[in-house]
């Protein structure tokens, strides 16, 4: 009864302690930055014991990839350029000065005039998105190799240096580009918009609860040495929430707000003794959720910026990733190097009007009652009808399909044998995103320290 309480009460005192030091490897990828290194722990699971893990890292970038792969200004790579002349189109300028002087509600024009075309009137949007990241990853064996764990970043994410290039010609349909361009903070004012240039937010971002297994065996052949093994499933808790819809240039923190549920899987071998290949793979799904969200208005609308707003039912696409690495043993006895690449994908996300008020302005087939006999022809309407609205709503680059290749590379030092009382360790590594689509193109240095406490009672 008493070896039975000493337990119970030195785990409560650990993780209470553990909580007020911080809150490593995240539990889903996210489209602001590169993901961190996943590896398994090639050791068996003891009864009862506790580890933890802090990490620091840190990245900033310039750029980000767009639909083809291909390198773009921060905040035109998915969203594309932003199209001035077709920003206001689809949304009712009544009582708005400024957005009346350039637009006409369900007038497929801009200042009166036909939409100009090719890169006229478009806006090359770009800034720079610093990241910070400090977390902990906490995990509480319990028997036979099952554990529970929680993974809380309290993440930091700056937007900043925004700039405008005009990539067309300076006058458009009698407009000024470069006054119109003034004038911006000003028209999104008019649509609820706050005018600021820059975006900062600190938050705990989403919260993972895990449930999981770990294995472990001894081999002992020429070749292999042990292998083991890890699998984990859970809840991701929303706790940063959504983007502001309020602010031109916010970024979500997590997951825009949806509860999702997790799995994820690892395995390394040893190889030679001196040699570790390892494999993970992960797979997160969000559950729907209804919002009012920043939406697109006119099917030809292009862009980060967007007027109409409107409420939807959100369907958040899947997100999964793959990965394998080689570790190896260097000189010093504990110390190793890592070389591993990693792909993680989510896929598009789709919305579904239920906005009574909503309308948009998309080429339909109409009767041309100007030929004799009649015939049809396209043009552009405004409509109100939820096939109309969906199919306009969703063909946003915003909304599109997002990927990721990344290298990671590093050193892990870990500090005694797999049978200490106490293991600590601690690792650095950088991890590079060399290719992708539709994120963003931001590298990221980390700092890990962690512990590995075996209570024997």
């Not at 599109?400 to 892990?412: D, F, L, S, T």
């Not at 030092?413 to 950088?430: A, F, T």
Request: charged share 20%; hydrophobic share 45%; aromatic share 10%.
């Amino acid at each position: 009864m008493f070896k039975h309480t000493r337990r119970v009460l030195g785990v409560i005192g650990l993780w209470g302690w553990l909580w007020t030091v911080a809150l490593a490897e995240p539990a889903v990828q996210v489209p602001y930055r590169a993901s961190f290194f996943h590896a398994q722990e090639r050791a068996a699971a003891k009864d009862w014991a506790t580890q933890f893990l802090v990490r620091i890292a840190d990245g900033s970038s310039l750029k980000s990839f767009d639909a083809q792969g291909g390198r773009a200004a921060l905040l035109s790579g998915a969203a594309g350029l932003l199209d001035l002349a077709r920003l206001g189109l689809g949304v009712d300028p009544a009582g708005k000065t400024l957005s009346a002087a350039y637009w006409v509600k369900d007038a497929n024009t801009f200042k009166g005039v036909a939409l100009p075309t090719g890169l006229d009137g478009k806006l090359e949007l770009g800034g720079r998105l610093s990241v910070q990241d400090v977390a902990l990853l906490l995990r509480q064996y319990v028997k036979y190799g099952f554990f529970v764990q929680v993974h809380a970043p309290v993440v930091t994410l700056k937007l900043d240096n925004i700039s405008q290039v005009n990539k067309g010609a300076e006058s458009v349909s009698g407009v000024n580009i470069s006054n119109m361009i003034n004038a911006l903070p000003s028209i999104l004012a008019e649509y609820g918009y706050a005018k600021v240039t820059t975006f900062k937010k600190t938050s705990i971002s989403d919260v993972a609860a895990l449930l999981g297994w770990q294995g472990y065996a001894k081999i002992g052949s020429e070749y292999i040495a042990d292998i083991a093994g890890s699998f984990h499933v859970g809840f991701l808790l929303p706790v940063a929430g959504r983007a502001d819809q309020n602010h031109p240039y916010a970024v979500s923190l997590g997951n825009q707000g949806h509860y999702g549920v997790t799995a994820r899987g690892a395995v390394e071998l040893g190889v030679f003794d001196w040699v570790a290949l390892g494999a993970s793979a992960g797979i997160s799904t969000f559950f729907k959720k209804h919002d009012t969200l920043r939406v697109r208005t006119h099917e030809d609308q292009s862009g980060w910026l967007r007027l109409g707003m409107g409420r939807v039912k959100v369907d958040v696409g899947s997100m999964w990733d793959v990965g394998a690495y080689a570790r190896v043993s260097l000189l010093v006895r504990g110390l190793t190097g890592f070389l591993g690449y990693s792909f993680a994908r989510q896929e598009s996300t789709s919305l579904a009007s239920y906005d009574n008020d909503l309308t948009v302005m998309l080429t339909k087939s109409v009767v041309d009652t100007t030929t004799t006999p009649y015939s049809m022809k396209r043009e552009v309407q405004t409509s109100a009808l939820a096939a109309d609205i969906d199919t306009v709503i969703n063909a946003d680059g915003r909304l599109a399909a997002w990927e990721m290749h990344m290298v990671h590379m590093g050193i892990r030092y870990c500090m005694s044998g797999p049978k200490s009382s106490l293991r600590p360790l601690v690792q650095l590594e950088y991890a590079y995103p060399f290719d992708g689509k539709n994120s963003f193109k931001l590298p990221l240095f980390a700092g890990t320290v962690g512990l590995m406490l075996q209570l024997m009672f």
